[in-house]
């Protein structure tokens, strides 16, 4: 049974940091493609980060390309979104998912239960 | 960045009713677009995927079509456990964008 655990979510101040992360099991985890994907309180979905299988190739939108950084370990399976500079607008519940499809089409099959991060002083 | 916009953005049916979801998208997206339920504190659920392709586990009662810029999403038959929110996904370019949510409840 796919399963997606994320982790590390809680209340930091606007500007500071925080590193998420998501364990991974019943699939072989370095053969996807992962992403993570955000939801503000009572908002719609947004994606937020990507990585290939190797992690050599990383994918954001606009809004947060050059604060958040994807990454992942393997050997772990394991994903992280390292976030920094934050900012009011970043308050979300933030989940991991898998992402599927034939290049460069992929959608998300299997989502965890997310972690909220809530930016506020 | 391709916009989605998905209507109506609340719905209420009884049960057995046939309801109807729709999403534009601000350009052709070639069929590329999932479908997602959420259920209240839980994570999203892929239901249909490329237009119209059932996920395993997807009772037959949910369907979707389209093409280019339009496409439906429809429940028929309503049940309680179908009471949720659902998004579209289009995924033929990067960003890939949702669209804003439909609300379903029940008359």
């Known amino acids: 049974e796919v399963q997606l655990v994320e982790s590390g979510g809680g209340l930091v101040q606007p500007g500071r940091s925080l590193k998420l992360s998501c364990a991974a099991s019943?699939?072989?985890?370095?053969?996807?493609?992962m992403a993570w994907v955000r939801q503000a309180p009572k908002k719609g979905l947004e994606w937020v980060a990507t990585?290939?299988?190797?992690?050599?190739?990383?994918y954001y939108p606009d809004s947060v390309k050059g604060r958040f950084t994807i990454s992942r370990d393997n050997a772990k399976s394991s994903l992280y979104l390292q976030m920094n500079s934050l900012k009011s607008e970043d308050t979300a519940t933030y989940y991991c998912a898998r992402q599927v499809g034939v290049v460069p089409n992929w959608y998300f099959d299997f989502w965890g239960p997310g972690t909220m991060v809530t930016v506020s002083s | 960045d391709i916009q989605m916009t998905q209507s109506p953005p609340s719905l209420s049916a009884s049960l057995g009713d046939k309801v109807t979801i729709t999403c534009q998208a601000s350009?052709?997206?070639?069929?590329?677009i999932a479908w997602y339920q959420q259920k209240p504190g839980k994570a999203p659920r892929l239901l249909i995927r490329?237009?119209?392709t059932l996920e395993s586990g997807t009772p037959s009662r949910f369907s979707g079509s389209g093409s280019g810029r339009d496409y439906s999403f429809s429940i028929s038959n309503v049940e309680s456990e179908d009471i949720a929110s659902y998004y579209c996904l289009q995924y033929d370019n990067l960003p890939w964008t949702f669209g804003g949510g439909t609300k379903l409840e029940l008359k």
């Open positions: 019943g699939f072989t985890f370095s053969n996807y493609y």
């Open positions: 990585i290939s299988t190797s992690g050599s190739r990383t």
């Open positions: 490329y237009t119209s």
């Open positions: 350009q052709n997206i070639n069929k590329y």
